[in-house]
């Protein structure tokens, strides 16, 4: 799974990284340890008066669709093998689609002595994960929710643990972003698939210090956090 991420840039970086219009995203403050119901930035696309739109909005981690009960599941992960036909994300697959903007995440192997944490990351500045979103009504405001799509593990990556976010390369963010159902799911999902093998291949980890084990004391705006330990 992917339980915590790090995102460094600022929203106009982003925008421009990803050939955006703006969006809500003026008050997101970079970190390098965004956790589950954290805020976090988001790539997606809408259509209005027949006018496409791509937008950096601000999300919180954790999706819960617009016809999900208060109190229920808020799901940070959707796997890829089921997020076609599960009901939980089978309506954001088809019509709701993000992408996650993230420098690297992070994962824990158990050792004798407590937890490792692992930074994975990329020759890239910045990844683009594979994401679902959902936006409810929420008193006057919208509150928009995403989750990030999740595959098995390849190379660097699996060596750290069996799962990883599906990872998208720019020759493919237009098909995923683009607001159209999508009508033919197996095509889709052999997209993501072929898109994030390649982008596995690039993928290296180091571990990093134990501080970024507790998310309530580690420092999110220190760069220190993702940087490997000493030989």
Not at 63 to 90: D, Q, T, Y
Not at 119 to 126: G, I, K, M, R
Not at 154 to 179: I, T
């Amino acid at each position: 799974m992917c339980g915590r991420f790090a995102m460094n840039k600022e929203a106009d970086d982003l925008i421009a990284a990803f050939v955006a219009e703006g969006g809500n995203a003026e008050d997101w403050l970079p970190s390098y340890s965004i956790a589950p119901t954290d805020p976090a930035p988001i790539v997606r696309e809408r259509q209005h008066d027949g006018t496409v739109a791509r937008s950096v909005d601000v999300a919180a981690w954790g999706l819960k669709p617009a016809w999900s009960k208060p109190g229920g599941p808020a799901p940070i992960n959707a796997r890829l093998e089921s997020v076609a036909s599960n009901g939980m994300f089978r309506g954001a697959f088809a019509s709701q689609r993000c992408i996650v903007p993230m420098n690297g995440y992070y994962e824990w192997q158990k050792r004798a002595d407590g937890k490792q944490p692992f930074y994975l990351h990329a020759d890239t500045d910045v990844l683009a994960a594979a994401g679902l979103y959902s936006a409810r009504k929420e008193g006057d405001d919208w509150a928009v929710t995403f989750t990030i799509i999740t595959r098995e593990a390849r190379d660097a990556s699996g060596e750290v643990h069996d799962r990883m976010p599906v990872f998208l390369p720019p020759d493919v963010w237009d098909d995923w972003l683009r607001p159209e159902k999508i009508t033919a799911p197996d095509e889709a999902l052999g997209m993501l698939d072929r898109a994030s093998t390649a982008v596995a291949a690039s993928m290296r980890s180091h571990p990093v210090d134990r501080a970024v084990n507790n998310v309530r004391t580690v420092n999110r705006e220190d760069p220190r956090v993702i940087a490997p330990l000493p030989e």
